[in-house]
């Protein structure tokens, strides 16, 4: 017995580390984004952010302010968004739409909630508009809001899209970001 106690000492210390192992997260664990979970009309807060996305468009044209338009296959998200600790430099500068394993970044063609200065505890409302290719009408893509572009260890406010489920309309408006009227 005495001989074969340190085999088993060792083989339960072998299986302990096995074990540490396993369930050891990788080293990129540290730095992913929060996950706040995005409803239609449900207010989802962040940490530096509280946003409700109200509606969602899909639209063969989209006019914006001064006269512009520009044809394609566009997404308009009309959102409401404050801040809810710190105005200072708070504004949604991460707007990105993935679709598979491609990115498109909200335009910055027109007038939009992309960059606007929040404030604490006083909701703005806009909208933010993605080009798209043509094929992404009939895909699901995810809408992901954070305070920054670089979401590494941040909240970031994400909503399932199902682009096949929304009826194009002809014309849709990108409107300029306004204070909400409650």
Not at 65 to 84: H, K, P, Q, R, Y
């Amino acid at each position: 017995m005495k001989r074969a106690t340190p085999w088993l000492i060792t083989a339960a210390l072998l299986v302990g580390a096995w074990l540490v192992a396993l369930v050891t997260p990788d080293d990129s664990a540290s730095v992913e984004p929060f996950i706040v979970p995005v409803t239609i009309d449900e207010a989802a807060a962040g940490r530096d952010f509280t946003v409700t996305v109200r509606d969602v468009t899909l639209a063969d044209k989209v006019s914006g302010s001064g006269g512009w338009s520009a044809e394609g296959t566009w997404l308009v998200v009309e959102l409401d968004a404050e801040a809810n600790v710190d105005q200072f430099g708070m504004s949604f500068r991460g707007a990105t739409l993935i679709i598979d394993d491609q990115s498109f970044r909200a335009s910055e063609r027109t007038e939009s909630f992309l960059s606007t200065q929040l404030v604490t505890g006083v909701s703005q409302s806009g909208a933010l508009a993605f080009e798209l290719p043509e094929d992404a009408r009939e895909r699901t893509g995810v809408l992901q809001l954070s305070a920054n572009a670089d979401t590494r260890a941040d909240s970031v406010a994400e909503l399932e899209i199902d682009l096949s489920a929304l009826t194009p309309v002809a014309d849709a408006e990108v409107r300029e970001t306004e204070w909400t009227h409650p």
